[in-house]
């Protein structure tokens, strides 16, 4: 290799290295992609194991952390991101891709849940799967099935409305359901 082919080289591979040295400091700097209550690298961390939406399949591309042994567990729903975060103090350990139509408020779990649940609304039946109960008669919930037709598998861009839901992918809201009585959700 002459010198010509090893200096091309090395500025290919200095360009690379500060493209994506920039693409990571603005990713960083980008308040509006982040929540407060966290760490950024945390976040970085799992925003970069998240999958596209399907809701046959997980949001990360990792196994689901035990819920039972994570001592300071709060979820954290944010309606424009689409996404629930689940925190143990201030370090994100998973993150779903979500969607819900609750207000802001604060909910807790119950630790009633179940494997499907109807709802009857102006003449159209909704169907979910692996549902979990929270205060305020709200729920965790799966989407399956309008009126008797399947959900898309990117559920996020269809149109329908589960009344009073944080809606999830299957896998997700059946991990949830192991969420400890108590543990608190906070809609932002």
């Not at 961390?45 to 689901?64: A, F, W």
Request: proline share 4%; hydrophobic share 40%; net charge positive.
């Amino acid at each position: 290799m002459n010198s010509k082919q090893k200096q091309f080289i090395l500025l290919t591979a200095a360009l690379f290295a500060i493209v994506v040295l920039i693409l990571n400091v603005h990713t960083y700097v980008d308040s509006s992609r982040f929540i407060v209550s966290a760490s950024r690298s945390s976040q970085i961390l799992n925003i970069n194991r998240l999958r596209h939406p399907n809701v046959n399949k997980p949001s990360e591309h990792r196994q689901y952390p035990n819920l039972r042994k994570q001592d300071r567990l709060r979820l954290i729903m944010v309606p424009g991101l689409k996404r629930l975060y689940v925190l143990n103090g201030h370090r994100v350990i998973y993150i779903m891709h979500a969607r819900t139509n609750i207000r802001q408020q604060i909910l807790r779990t119950r630790g009633h849940h179940g494997q499907q649940i109807d709802h009857v609304n102006t003449g159209h039946t909704l169907t979910g799967r692996s549902w979990s109960a929270l205060s305020h008669q709200c729920y965790i919930v799966a989407p399956a099935a309008v009126d008797q037709d399947k959900v898309a598998k990117n559920w996020l861009k269809t149109d329908f409305a589960f009344p009073n839901t944080i809606q999830l992918s299957w896998p997700d809201a059946q991990w949830l359901q192991s969420l400890p009585k108590g543990s608190k959700i906070i809609i932002r």
